[in-house]
């Protein structure tokens, strides 16, 4: 059994080896990273903010996003069905999740139009752990996954204080549209 487990393990990760799951065109659904509809992320904040933290980490991390990508920024209020992000908090202390990226809406392009970033509050306890969080979900909305992430990368999951994209990442968000 154990050298059927590494013969089939091989075989999956042998050419998975140079890959890289971006999805440059179409939304697969679900939590997948999916690229957005255009480098414009207009972004938005729902849910009782306040009760849980300061948001001003969610903006450092919108802004490091405009000035390491292609993409534009824009916070607007929430309403209509075409914000690139909506960001939520939740507050779970019983779950292992720290934050989710979620395409709710897929436009006629099969790029998503509308997008959810839920962080946990309960989980993401100091400020550097939820900007990370933010950067790395953040990430996720404009299509990168967690191939290839080093240390100078939020695309690194758990609880870390990184809050940058690396080189690989950049060079799929500036040409994913
Ligand atoms: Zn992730």
Request: glycine letters at 8%; hydrophobic letters at 35%.
């Amino acid at each position: 059994m154990a050298l059927l487990a590494a013969v089939v393990l091989g075989l999956t990760v042998a050419p998975s080896a140079e890959a890289d799951q971006y999805y440059t065109r179409y939304c697969p659904g679900g939590i997948t990273p999916c690229v957005p509809d255009g480098y414009h992320h207009t972004y938005c904040f729902n849910g009782n903010w306040d009760a849980y933290w300061d948001r001003a980490f969610v903006h450092d991390a919108m802004q490091r996003f405009d000035h390491q990508t292609n993409y534009t920024i824009e916070n607007k209020a929430c309403g209509g069905s075409d914000i690139d992000v909506v960001w939520l908090p939740f507050n779970d202390p019983n779950t292992g999740i720290l934050g989710a990226y979620q395409c709710v809406s897929v436009g006629a392009s099969g790029r998503c139009r509308n997008a959810w970033i839920q962080l946990n509050a309960a989980k993401l306890t100091n400020y550097t752990h939820r900007r990370h969080s933010a950067c790395h979900e953040l990430g996720h909305s404009a299509g990168v996954s967690h191939d290839a992430p080093d240390n100078t990368d939020c695309l690194m999951s758990g609880l870390r204080d990184n809050w940058s994209y690396n080189n690989h990442h950049i060079t799929h968000m500036n040409s994913g549209q």
